[in-house]
């Protein structure tokens, strides 16, 4: 599926970079779906993305932030997989895996954690003061009072 945004390029500038964007994430998204994610804004400046890594421990996963994405990705070494074991089914997918997301300006990785097979990323957007809307006095020039005297008639 792709989105036409000639429309938008009349009435809007500097956005072609945004525009391409969406592209790839739409081309991205259609041709991979594994593992399936969350992203959740847990406060106005908080986010987390949680992935679902069933079988998968802390030392078959990688987390990395570089050059603004978030890459989280998997592998599970195959001596674990067949330790003495007969498969007779497999439903549970513990295929290697890469997901990859493009991460907005001054977003920061607070922390990460695996829980009930579940990689929770937490990431705090944090605004540097010259980046903050700050309010702009008016400059008015000084009301003068003029002087001088009234005559009465």
């Known amino acids: 599926m792709r989105f036409d945004f000639t429309p ?4 809007t500038v500097g956005f072609d970079r945004l525009f391409d964007m969406l592209d ?5 998204d259609a041709a991979q779906s594994y ?5 959740e804004r847990t406060s106005e400046n908080a986010y987390r993305v949680t992935v679902a890594v069933a079988g998968f421990g802390e030392k078959d996963l990688n987390v990395e932030v570089k050059d603004g994405v978030l890459t989280v990705a998997g592998k599970q070494e ?13 439903g549970i ?8 997301f493009r991460l907005a300006d001054h977003v920061e990785v607070r922390g990460a954690k695996l829980e009930n097979g579940l990689l929770h990323v937490d990431l705090e957007q944090i605004v540097p003061e010259e980046k903050k809307p700050r ?4 400059n008015a020039p ?6 001088g005297s009234a005559k009465a008639a």
């Open 78 to 90: 195959d001596t674990q997989k067949n330790e003495g074991k007969s498969v007779l089914y497999q």
């Open 35 to 39: 593992p399936p994610y969350n992203i």
């Open 8 to 11: 938008l390029f009349r009435s």
């Open 24 to 28: 790839q994430v739409a081309q991205y």
């Open 142 to 147: 000084e009301l003068r009072t003029i002087e």
């Open 93 to 100: 997918a513990g295929r290697a895996f890469e997901r990859r």
């Open 135 to 138: 309010r702009i006095q008016i």
